[in-house]
């Protein structure tokens, strides 16, 4: 039983099926497409890899040579989890950032750690963000101003402004600016401003501070799927624009992937509303004795 | 602001609400959603009618303990050293804006600049009992909210015992209840009226009173420890070290 059980569903159930309802009829009459009808509802990433576009330049993936198994592909088929290892063949690539790529292939071919800063409580920045959401949930919260992305797993929070226009001078940080409208079902996102701190994907993409996202949610099969079309440009980093599809089901959906026996190993919240979970409530490192970095830390207080 | 996407499944909703035989229409909201700054800032909390916490013996012994091991280091003051979240009622004298964005539906979402912390407030629901709550101690606690009239009521329970109750270290237990009472006071500024509920260190309940200033011309900003932030010298009585 959810450990929300007793207060967060029972008498939703039926709220949760109206409401349901409703953003699939509020979608055909086009209203802004609603992604969270309800508290409860969180998505779940399909994959930590970027599906590539039906045709023209895709992200960065997996080397075939080396399968890929995720701890949470563990969790269902109890296979060993393997790490991400890149395809250095993809031409998107710059030589600069083919070689940085290159090199944490390297490390995890030689056994050593090649974790991103997220690991270590670092934000992970857009597009990775849409990566992140496999063991917790990604939630939204759809004001008429604004919409708050947050991941649950370490309460990271993105904003998104609704409306037209960059601020003027965009000062670089690890979320950037996002602006956002509303076209019709798609929730379209414009993110500029992302300082170079962060990994693309979980391969070590890297990319420069003229990385340029654009997002594109909507709701598909019902409503049961999330789709994100991300389109990057960076030409500091990448030879050309190139575009990824990400995935996301709803929590129950995530829930049916799993054979009963392996319940035990899900990693899922229950359903309900966001848990609270801190990344730094662990002040040292997750993993100690390695080259992890250190989680972020005030040597003096802010105020 | 109300939130055009909670009102849009608010006549949905509300059948199921009559149906479930659940109160509250959801139009009766007060006006108390978009973002906010407070315009000063206390290390110590201040009392509603002054005075002093009025603490119990075994209150006081809590408090000089965090103020000793503050002062030589024995305790950290994890809220600002790793940016863990601040806890009630310490959060709501945070000197960076924050948001009251009134959704999901059956939600109201507090998201706080400061240490990137999100307070899911689920509206209309009981507030779980303590027992319920001991598994799942939180900085930030769970909390429960409803409309009365022009207030937004918030009842928090379950929280952890990692939190101070303000920046020179008052305490509380983890058997702390908090309840809020927020509300329009002007046409620019909101009041957020705490209760502290903990008679193992407190022989009373007793009060503070959090005054924020509508500012939706700001945009809430990346907080991550240790980086240089926004300015926030416009809010009386911070001290940056």
């Known amino acids: 039983m959810s450990r929300h059980a007793g207060y967060f569903t029972g008498v939703l159930a039926g709220t949760v099926y109206l409401a349901g309802s409703l953003s699939l009829t509020a979608m055909a009459q086009g209203m802004p497409p609603n992604f969270a009808p309800d508290a409860s509802i969180g998505w779940y990433a399909y994959n930590r890899i970027f599906i590539p576009p039906a045709s023209g330049a895709g992200p960065v993936q997996q080397d075939p040579a080396h399968p890929y198994v995720s701890n949470d592909e563990f969790r269902v088929t109890g296979r060993q989890p393997t790490a991400q290892?890149?395809?250095?063949?993809?031409?998107?690539?710059?030589?600069?950032?083919?070689?940085?790529?290159?090199?944490?292939?390297?490390?995890?071919?030689?056994?050593?750690?090649?974790?991103?800063p997220h690991a270590s409580c670092w934000p992970v920045g857009v597009p990775g963000f849409l990566l992140r959401p496999m063991t917790q949930a990604m939630y939204f919260v759809q004001g008429p101003k604004e919409v708050v992305m947050i991941l649950a797993s370490k309460v990271e929070v993105r904003h998104i402004f609704l409306t037209d226009k960059h601020s003027p001078n965009v000062k670089t940080s690890w979320y950037g600016e996002s602006i956002g409208r509303y076209e019709g079902d798609t929730l379209v996102v414009d993110t500029i401003g992302l300082d170079d701190r962060t990994w693309v994907d979980g391969f070590g993409t890297p990319h420069t501070k003229q990385l340029h996202v654009i997002e594109r949610f909507r709701l598909i099969e019902d409503g049961n799927v999330l789709e994100a079309n991300v389109h990057v440009e960076d030409p500091g980093a990448f030879t050309m624009p190139w575009?990824?599809?990400?995935?996301?089901?709803?929590?129950?959906?995530?829930?049916?992937?799993?054979?009963?026996?392996?319940?035990?190993?899900?990693?899922?919240?229950?359903?309900?509303?966001?848990?609270?979970?801190?990344?730094?409530?662990?002040?040292?490192?997750?993993?100690?004795?390695t080259s992890a970095q250190p989680i972020p830390q005030a040597v003096v207080p802010d105020f | 602001m109300r939130n055009p996407l909670a009102r849009s499944s608010s006549a949905v909703a509300s059948l199921a609400v009559a149906?479930?035989?659940?109160?509250?229409?959801?139009?009766?909201?007060?006006?108390?959603?978009?973002?906010?700054?407070?315009t000063r800032y206390d290390a110590k909390i201040q009392i509603v009618g002054g005075g002093d916490l009025?603490?119990?013996?075994?209150?006081?012994?809590?408090?000089?303990?965090n103020i000793a091991g503050l002062k030589d280091g024995s305790i950290t003051d994890a809220a600002r050293k790793f940016c863990v979240p601040d806890g009630l009622p310490r959060v709501l004298a945070s000197p960076y804006p924050f948001e009251i964005i009134d959704a999901p539906h059956g939600q109201i979402t507090f998201v706080y600049e400061l240490n990137h912390q999100v307070r899911p407030i689920a509206m209309d629901k009981p507030l779980p009992s303590d027992k319920e709550l001991i598994p799942y101690p939180y900085f930030n606690g769970h909390s429960v909210g409803r409309f009365e009239g022009?207030?937004?009521?918030?009842?928090?329970?379950?929280?952890?015992?990692?939190?101070?109750?303000?920046?020179?270290?008052?305490?509380?237990?983890?058997?702390?209840?908090?309840?809020?009472?927020?509300?329009?006071?002007?046409?620019?500024?909101?009041?957020?009226?705490?209760?502290?509920?903990?008679?193992?260190?407190?022989?009373?309940?007793?009060?503070?009173?959090?005054?924020?200033?509508?500012?939706?011309?700001?945009?809430?900003?990346?907080?991550?420890?240790?980086?240089?932030?926004?300015?926030?010298s416009s809010v009386a009585g911070v001290r940056r070290p």
């Open chain 2, 54 to 65: 009025p603490l119990t013996a075994e209150g006081k012994a809590a408090y000089g303990t």
């Open chain 2, 150 to 232: 022009d207030t937004l009521v918030i009842e928090t329970a379950g929280f952890n015992e990692k939190t101070f109750i303000d920046a020179t270290g008052a305490p509380h237990t983890d058997e702390m209840h908090t309840l809020e009472r927020i509300r329009r006071i002007s046409p620019t500024e909101i009041e957020d009226v705490v209760t502290i509920h903990d008679p193992q260190y407190y022989t009373r309940d007793w009060q503070a009173r959090f005054v924020y200033q509508q500012r939706d011309d700001v945009w809430l900003q990346d907080y991550v420890c240790g980086e240089p932030h926004r300015d926030i």
């Open chain 1, 243 to 289: 575009d990824a599809i990400q995935r996301f089901r709803q929590y129950e959906a995530a829930v049916r992937q799993v054979p009963i026996e392996r319940l035990a190993q899900l990693a899922s919240a229950p359903e309900g509303p966001m848990a609270e979970m801190i990344c730094a409530e662990n002040p040292n490192s997750f993993f100690s004795n």
């Open chain 2, 19 to 38: 149906a479930l035989a659940v109160s509250a229409p959801a139009d009766a909201a007060p006006d108390i959603f978009g973002t906010f700054w407070a």
């Open chain 1, 85 to 116: 290892l890149a395809d250095l063949d993809n031409p998107i690539l710059k030589p600069w950032a083919r070689d940085v790529v290159r090199k944490r292939n390297a490390l995890v071919l030689s056994g050593k750690p090649a974790n991103p």
